[in-house]
Nanobody
Framework: QVQLVESGGGLVQAGGSLRLSCAAS????????MGWFRQAPGKEREFVAR????????YYSDSVKGRFTISRDNGKNTLYLQMNSLKPEDTAVYYC??????????????????????WGQGTQVTVSS
């Protein structure tokens, strides 16, 4: 069983920055593939970014590429999402997700909710215009 707890959300003006954290339980955090998703009101939960166990592979959705950075500290069992140049359309509940296997099979599988095994409770990010 893996428990994930997000923090760092809040209210920020457009153009501002936030850093989200996700604290994970489990002695083998360093072997997990990790990702971030978000869900805006009335919309489906969508993929934001994902990172391999070593941090050597990172993949972003087109909507956040160049503005968001995913990273991890395996010594602290923590996943991060640095969000810069925030836009009102980034407003959503942000969730971290854990995959017990570092990689998944199938084209585009990183973007699928079903390829992740555990989820946090989410943290609200609101960007005002």
């Amino acid at each position: 069983q893996v428990q994930l707890v997000e923090s760092g959300g809040g209210l920020v003006q457009a153009g501002g920055s936030l850093r989200l954290s996700c604290a994970a339980s489990g002695r083998t955090f360093s072997s997990y593939g990790m990702g971030w998703f978000r869900q805006a009101p009335g919309k489906e939960r969508e993929f934001v970014a994902r990172i391999s166990w070593s941090g050597g592979y990172r993949y972003y959705s087109d909507s956040v590429k160049g503005r968001f950075t995913i990273s991890r500290d395996n010594g602290k069992n923590t996943l991060y999402l640095q969000m810069n140049s925030l836009k009102p359309e980034d407003t959503a509940v942000y969730y971290c997700a854990c995959r017990l296997a570092d990689y998944c099979s199938g084209d585009g599988c990183d973007r699928l909710k079903s390829s992740y095994d555990y989820w946090g409770q989410g943290t609200q990010v609101t960007v005002s215009s």
